[in-house]
């Protein structure tokens, strides 16, 4: 053979060799990602098999035993007594002064380690403690959840009020975020199991979970927060130890947030419903929490919101009925923006918000309303905490 028809073939081989090569690595990167998608296939198909949907209405276990001690002796909620209550999101313990978090513009997904948890859990404790209220509204409390290190918080803060402590109060624990596992973003946020938890010094007759309209369609819904009212029962008494027929109606919530405003709007909307509904039957009616939400009532030009964070949006106040009160007090921001961390930050240009109070019936008179300034130092939320009489 000539020198020619050597290099002829040997050209010839060497093209088979990579079309060969080719095909192999054509080959192995489809067998990769047919993998890929039969795992995120089968992890979709996991989430919807799995996913938490609540019926409408619910019954709530009440747990505890409530022996509170008064200067009048009762142990029900009485016309004529003052009544404090608090409400304030813990950020399921691990968004204290430290964090940032990726979903308000920050990077954080895990954001603390077991220790800081802990550590801001006792001090939100010892906090509410010092406060001594007799109702307590606490919104994003974690029970077994990878971001919170499966620790129980709500029998960690049941368990701290209780020990040692006069009033012995009774719990109602309805979730709002059960989701086995969510996938996003990159490492990703793992199981949750969160809700919204009541607490209470006055002996609680019912609780049931409300379902809100939620927002988002599937696939989305599956990895989100399924929000609820939890609408605690204590019955009202007149000044002779009768019973008045009557029930002070305990609403406690966490409206949504990431929506692009029509959930905000359907849930204040179903919310509306339900207190004026509460109201008409001749009921006691205080609703609180985190609204994600300004009351438009409420003077909040002192936290301008500034571009690039997230929007709050405004709860209109004027679709209510007159039979309500819009209380915030805007001599301290309930919230702080989550797209830094708080302690090392720029405090005077900081982003802050008025999204925390409570909405009360006419029926009951405001005593005293104070947003406590806790520098963020435990949880990106202040407490609201109000006295109130009913009349």
Known sequence: MSDNGKKRRSVNNYGTRRKNIVRRIVKVAAWILGILILLVAGLFTWLTVTEYKPADIETIAVEGNAEPVRESGAKEVTLGDRVTIMSWNIGYGALGDNADFFMDGGKGVKTADMER??????????????????????????????????????????????????????????YNYKVKFVPYPVPPIGKVNGGILTMSDYPLSESERRQLPCPFSWPYRLGNLKRCLLVSRTPVYDTEGNPTGKDL???????????????????????????????????????????????????SSMY????????????????FSDDFQFIMDNSAPTCRSLDQSYADADKENFQ????????????????????????????????AIMSVTLE
């Open 117 to 174: 948890v802990m550590s801001n859990l006792k001090g939100m404790a010892t906090s509410i403690r010092l406060l001594d209220p007799d109702i307590v509204f606490l919104q994003e409390v974690d029970k077994d959840s990878a971001r919170s290190y499966e620790i129980d918080e709500a029998d960690y803060f049941t368990r701290a009020e209780n020990e040692g402590n006069d009033k012995q109060y009774q719990t109602s624990f309805a």
């Open 249 to 299: 109606v305990l609403v406690n919530l966490h409206l949504e947030a990431y929506d692009s405003g029509e959930g905000k709007a359907a849930q204040t909307a179903m919310l509306k419903d339900f207190l004026q509904e509460e109201y008409d039957k001749g009921n006691y009616v205080i609703a609180g929490g985190d609204f994600n939400q300004t009351f438009t009532s409420i003077d």
């Open 304 to 319: 301008p919101e500034k571009p690039n964070r997230w929007h709050c949006g405004s709860l209109d106040t004027s679709e």
């Open 352 to 383: 802050y918000y008025m999204i925390d109070g409570f909405i009360v019936s006419k029926n009951i008179s405001v005593n005293i309303y104070n947003t406590i300034d806790m520098q963020f130092e435990y949880t990106d939320h202040n407490p």
